[in-house]
Nanobody, 124 residues
Framework: QVQLVESGGGLVQAGGSLRLSCAASGRIFSSYTMGWFRQAPGKEREFVANIMWGADHTYSADSVKGRFTISRDNAKNTVYLQMNNLRPEDTAVYYC?????????????????WGQGTQVTVTS
């Protein structure tokens, strides 16, 4: 179905910013949900933010609210995660994923396609 490739990760000091990109190949339908998740070493995969492909409808985890913003560019088949005021606890591998469910889900198990991940490291 849909193939996803994340990019934009890197090393940044606390308080800095990064913008992650997720380029999708294949058709993304209006009912699909695109999501960002992250996983730190020894921890469970954690929901970050999601967005409906065909509508300006988003949701973010409390831990990133006010700091991270998810957005999309349908013409470029790309979803973004703007990460501001980064903290060391944001350090993780960030994954892009797509859900074909009609539910606006935040559960990893509802997302069927995943990218390879991009490393974000925040130093203090």
């Amino acid at each position: 179905q849909v193939q996803l490739v994340e990019s934009g990760g890197g090393l940044v000091q606390a308080g800095g910013s990064l913008r992650l990109s997720c380029a999708a190949s294949g058709r993304i339908f209006s009912s699909y949900t695109m999501g960002w998740f992250r996983q730190a070493p020894g921890k469970e995969r954690e929901f970050v933010a999601n967005i409906m492909w065909g509508a300006d409808h988003t949701y973010s985890a409390d831990s990133v609210k006010g700091r991270f913003t998810i957005s999309r560019d349908n013409a470029k088949n790309t979803v973004y995660l703007q990460m501001n005021n980064l903290r060391p606890e944001d350090t993780a591998v960030y994954y892009c994923a797509v859900s074909r469910s009609s539910l606006f889900s935040i559960r990893p198990q509802d997302f069927g396609s995943w990218g390879q991940g991009t490393q974000v490291t925040v130093t203090s």
